[in-house]
């Protein structure tokens, strides 16, 4: 952000996590309104932000849509979404909503375990409605409805609370929630760096992780796609300093890395032909993911669920 000329202004405050920057930013653009924008990457908040942003991140699902019909001259069975606010989740998601027959299901992040009090960040699983940054949504509260500040491995998935859209398609069951905790994420993260050669963030290693759980249970013609969202690169340190032995508390204050939108985008379409399944990598290396529509597509076999092996690289614009 610095670099495209941005004046950045770390939180001091609280946890100085992504709730404590939306305090800041609420509380300057309410206090500057004449002047100021306020703008946020996630599907939470006051509206229209939660719709501007799904709106915006439905290029994801709109692409997917598009390039499934391309490539598999159908839609895919399932999907996969990391949820912290909830937008790529949402991106992938709202395209599909009114395909009944296609499951979706999204990733919160257990942390330490959803049942550590204050150990993770599973906002649907371990929360409850409450109101926080002008919407009414499932937080993460203690009995007096404070926010509680929780934990995720992950710096995107930390939020304790969700965006107004995926509350409801909780409540309505259109989507399936589910959690991985931070070792589960972090094996995810390893896999897949290691035999793919993709250094995945650590928000999507929590729905790669489930995908390795849920993908052997489906049918072999099942088409699964989940969203890898965001490349590894900033949370490299994080990962080495867990491999070396830091506890969660320790990682939880380490510093946050890269800005959330200069990272590029990437999915995963999982084929479950014979024993496992194919990965088709939907990547767009030039930019974010609401950014434009040239995708670079490539496919991967994955005969079980710890080898995953290249097939074929297709360029799409
Ligand atoms: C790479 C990446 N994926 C996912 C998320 C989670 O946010 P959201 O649920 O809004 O997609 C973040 C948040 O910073 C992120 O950096």
């Known amino acids: 952000m610095k670099m495209l000329g941005a004046e950045v202004i770390p939180v001091q405050s609280g946890a100085r996590t992504l709730k404590d920057a939306m305090n ?12 100021t924008f306020y703008c946020i990457g996630t599907a939470a908040g006051p509206h229209p932000y939660p719709a501007m942003v799904r709106d915006f991140q439905s290029i994801i699902g709109t692409e997917t849509r598009a390039q499934m019909q391309e490539m598999e001259g159908r839609l895919p069975d399932s999907l996969v979404a990391c949820i912290g606010g909830g937008s790529n989740a ?44 002008g919407n009414r949504t499932y937080l993460l509260m203690d009995d007096d409805g404070q926010i509680l500040e929780g934990h ?50 650590l928000e999507p290693s929590h ?13 072999k013609d099942h088409l699964m796609v989940m969203n890898l969202c965001g490349r590894g690169d900033k949370d490299i340190f994080t990962v080495a300093r867990f491999w070396a032995g830091c506890d ?37 290396p030039e930019g974010s993911k609401t950014a434009d529509r040239r995708w670079r597509c490539r496919f991967a076999t994955l005969p079980e669920p710890t080898h995953i ?9």
């Open 90 to 133: 949402i991106g992938l998601f709202h395209p599909f909503l009114d395909d009944a027959g296609i499951e979706i299901y999204g990733v919160e992040a257990a942390g330490h375990g959803v049942d550590v009090p204050n150990g993770h960040a599973a906002s649907l699983t371990g929360g409850r409605p409450g109101v926080l940054h």
């Open 309 to 317: 092996h290249r097939r074929q690289w297709a360029r799409h614009e």
């Open 248 to 284: 969660g508390a320790a990682l939880s204050r380490a510093p946050r890395w890269a800005p959330r939108e200069a990272i590029a985008l990437a999915g995963f379409v999982i084929d479950l032909d014979a024993v496992g399944a194919y990965f088709l990598i939907v990547q767009n």
């Open 207 to 219: 729905a790669l992780a489930k995908v390795f759980e849920l993908a052997p249970q489906k049918p």
């Open 24 to 35: 800041e930013a609420l509380r300057d653009w309410v206090t500057n309104v004449a002047d």
């Open 152 to 201: 995720s491995i992950s710096a995107g998935l930390d939020y304790p609370g969700i965006g107004p859209d995926t509350a409801w398609l909780h409540e309505s069951g259109r989507v399936k929630y589910l959690n991985a905790t931070d070792k589960e994420a972090l094996n995810a993260f390893q896999l897949c760096s290691k035999l793919e050669g993709i250094i995945p963030a």
